[in-house]
């Protein structure tokens, strides 16, 4: 079994519960708290009992911790999905809509024609849900045929 990895010297046990006590963040709480029992000498599986985690979420705690501060105990915003479309892909995209808008076959970039209007552009494309790939136009309005409109309330 490996040497634990020693928390960073320029804090201390009182540091961190103070930080815990103003922090509107409760993981962040949580985890400087659970840090604070290692500055105090509680054992690493002591610690992850008071953070409500196993052994190996301590020691990522304490990576991060001791790169970053206690900001970086802080849950940072997860990257998601890579996008299907490159930007001259979701430009061109773009451009193949309106320019289907403004012209008197509009209806073929439709609900049915967009995905197969996509496949010039990218193969992942194709594959996306239609309204994502409508989405993926720069946020514009879907095309509306017009339909039947509602009779004016006229009480």
Do not use: H
Request: net charge positive; proline share 6%; glycine share 12%.
């Amino acid at each position: 079994m490996s040497a634990a990895i020693p928390l960073r010297r320029d804090f201390g046990a009182s540091q961190l519960r103070g930080l815990a006590r103003k922090t509107k963040d409760g993981p962040q709480a949580r985890r400087l708290l659970a840090l604070a029992a290692i500055y105090d000498g509680a054992t690493r599986t002591e610690a992850a009992k008071i953070g409500g985690v196993g052994l190996q979420i301590i020691r990522d705690w304490v990576l991060r911790f001791n790169a970053r501060g206690p900001d970086g105990l802080l849950d940072g915003k997860s990257p998601g999905q890579p996008p299907k479309l490159n930007d001259s892909q979701r430009q061109a995209l773009a451009r193949m809509i309106e320019r289907s808008r403004r012209s008197q076959y509009a209806m073929l970039i439709g609900i049915t024609g967009l995905g197969s209007a996509c496949k010039s552009l990218s193969q992942d494309a194709a594959s996306s849900s239609r309204c994502r790939l409508r989405n993926l136009a720069g946020g514009m309005p879907p095309y509306t045929t017009g339909g039947r409109k509602k009779p004016l309330d006229r009480t």
